[in-house]
């Protein structure tokens, strides 16, 4: 079955300290690739997304993805967080032959920024 | 702003009660979905409704029942819920749903309603 694995639950960081959050998917059709972000008490919000072309994608606030098509990841990244991204974020993938409805979460991971 | 609202924010409800949810995208967006989403498990899709017709249902119990009367609004009628399906639900809208999965569309959220069952 075509899973999304978030491989940590957790992340703590100091403020302006670089982040990695680590998504992984199974699959060896075509996907496309989604990072959102949920701040407290809100909806999902799209950081970024890959769909074809470069491997290196930039979003919002900062953050940045490279998909990795051997190693079957994607994972987000931030060279200097801020208070403000304390949040959970959620890697979504959606595969080619997949149900409607298109995508499959991940579990997501908290990420906490400490200053 | 995201351009998807649901109402309430909140709800505490009996196992025997009958409320709706409800949830409106101004984005002028021909694909509207339910999602649930639990502590510590994946959002687990629920319902997909694509240019106002059901298209998806994952096994979802007969005690939610969804209802999509235009491309702009969307409900979920809940009765004699149990205590398990208390949960943040969530709504999204995109620019459609891939017939065959695969779909770039970006899915739009609403801010959810955090549902208890009492």
């Known amino acids: 079955a075509q899973s999304v694995t978030q491989l940590d639950s957790q992340v703590p960081v100091f403020e302006e300290a670089p982040v990695e959050l680590r998504c992984n998917y199974s699959s060896s059709v075509s996907v496309y690739l989604f990072w959102y972000v949920q701040y407290p008490n809100q909806g999902l919000q799209l950081l970024l997304k890959?769909?074809?072309?470069?491997?290196l994608v930039k979003g919002i606030n900062g953050f940045e993805a490279e998909f990795n098509k051997s190693q079957t990841s994607f994972h987000l990244r931030k060279p200097s967080v801020h208070i403000s991204d304390t949040a959970e974020y959620f890697c979504a993938v959606s595969y080619y032959g997949g149900s409607q409805g298109n995508l499959i979460f991940g579990k997501g991971t908290k990420l906490s920024v400490k200053p | 702003e995201t351009g998807v609202t649901q109402t309430p924010r909140h709800l505490v409800m009996g196992m025997t009660n009958k409320k709706s949810l409800k949830c409106e995208q101004h984005?002028?967006?021909?694909?509207m979905y339910w999602y649930k989403q639990s502590a510590k498990k994946p959002l687990e899709l629920m319902f997909v409704?694509?240019?106002?017709?059901?298209?998806e249902n994952n096994s979802v119990p007969s005690r939610f029942s969804p209802e999509c009367p235009n491309s702009s609004h969307l409900f979920l009628h809940l009765h004699t819920l149990q205590p398990e399906d208390s949960a943040l639900y969530l709504c999204?809208?995109?620019?459609?749903?891939?017939?065959?999965?695969?779909?770039?569309?970006?899915?739009?959220f609403g801010p959810g309603t955090r549902l208890t069952v009492t």
């Open positions: 999204a809208s995109s620019q459609r749903a891939s017939t065959s999965g695969g779909s770039s569309y970006e899915q739009y």
């Open positions: 984005l002028g967006h021909n694909a």
């Open positions: 890959y769909l074809s072309g470069s491997t």
């Open positions: 409704y694509n240019f106002k017709e059901q298209t």
